[in-house]
């Protein structure tokens, strides 16, 4: 699962092109946060991806990271792997988010994009 705020896209979009362009098996979630719809980088190749590539699903928010939102998706996922990519407030969140939903902290992966 990925969670994405703003530029954290970028890592993420090199990763799902890659996954979709080589149809591998893995079942991959993204979490778009973006303040702005305009803000959003890279929203088509990610909706041409999801409608190429039955094993991915992406979830795109304009606003905040809301807990209580992504919590049902995180107790479905049960072991997966949490990449979350953003500035360092979102990244914060984030992780307060799916570790608070249960995931086990060993299952999170964080890299924080500060000074755009």
Not at 76 to 86: D, K, L, M, R, V
Request: contains cysteine.
């Amino acid at each position: 699962m990925f969670f994405a705020g703003g530029i954290g896209i970028t890592p993420f979009h090199s990763m799902i092109k890659d996954a979709t362009e080589r149809r591998l098996p893995h079942r991959l979630t993204l979490f778009y946060f973006n303040r702005t719809a305009a803000s959003a980088a890279f929203l088509p190749d990610l909706d041409r991806w999801q409608r190429e590539n039955p094993n991915f699903s992406l979830i795109s928010t304009i606003g905040p990271l809301e807990a209580e939102a992504i919590k049902p998706r995180l107790e479905a996922a049960g072991t997966a792997i949490c990449y979350i990519a953003g500035p360092p407030g979102f990244v914060g969140a984030a992780r307060a988010a799916v570790e608070g939903a249960g995931v086990d902290p060993d299952n999170v992966r964080t890299e924080e994009f500060s000074g755009y």
